[in-house]
């Protein structure tokens, strides 16, 4: 945030957000909250959490800067029994899992060693770290630092081209229409009343060129050129106004034009942005 400012921080904060919450579906996981530039996700087992771990680590690796940032994730994992509550995970494990994360550094990933233990045989490259003091234990804990760039470079010296990007597609769906958008082949997006636009809005809220999207980085950003400006909300989040500004779009959400999206009156657009994720290529 000091470094680009807070908009423009709190873009790549979202961008690394969705792009570790996608790598924890991947691996028989999910998200159960964010806090700031946090996220906690549970796994099915350890072998799984671990496998996420370097997933994440490697995705961040070839993710493309934003804003000049080259985003970095430290990742803890401890595994065990917990108390789940109003889909919120509580207990000892959950805990140790937030004192091994506050240990870890950028690009670095922390476990313990009974979790390590408990994943099974594993091709995981480590480095035991020794015994450390975890405040609320009795005793100290074994930490193990997982070395993810060791397999990296092993690859990269095997396959000229490791890693390819899954096309990133924006879905704009209004009325019974949807069109579909590359980030590799950018077209101009204009969404308004006036005839013209790309998407038209029969509303009576909405300006003529009332709003647009554009590609950056491979990440969709509608920016908002109206008077009365335009209310985006990411499902599962509260809805952001936008006016005269611009903002990314992630995951999948709804879009009203001049009017909030709490009114029961008025056009929506459903959208939602899928892709972006790294996969080996053979």
Known sequence: METVGDVQGHEVVASVLECLAEVTSRHRGYVVKTIGDEIMS???????ALSAAVDMQRALKVHPPMHGVQPKVRIGVHGGPVLVENGDLHGDVVNTAARV????????ILTTE????????????????GEHPIRGKDAPIRLKEVL?????????????????????????????????????HPAPITIGRGEGNTIEVQDAAASRSHASVS??????????????????????EDEIFVHRDEVLLRGKGSIRLGRSLMEADGSVLEYGVRGGLPVPVS
Request: aromatic share 6%; charged share 20%; no cysteine.
């Open 114 to 129: 009974d979790t390590l233990l408990s994943a099974g045989p594993a091709d995981l490259a480590q480095r035991d770290l």
């Open 101 to 108: 994360v506050a240990m870890a550094k950028g690009d670095q």
């Open 42 to 48: 549970a796994f099915e087992s350890p072998a799984d």
């Open 215 to 236: 590609v950056r980085h491979g990440r969709f950003y509608l920016a908002d050129h109206s008077t009365n400006g335009t209310f985006v909300r990411p499902r599962g």
């Open 148 to 184: 993810w760039e060791v397999d990296l470079a092993g690859l990269t010296t095997v396959m000229p081209n490791p890693v390819a990007m899954i096309e990133v597609t924006l879905d704009l769906r209004a009325g019974g229409d949807t069109l579909s958008f590359t980030a590799s």
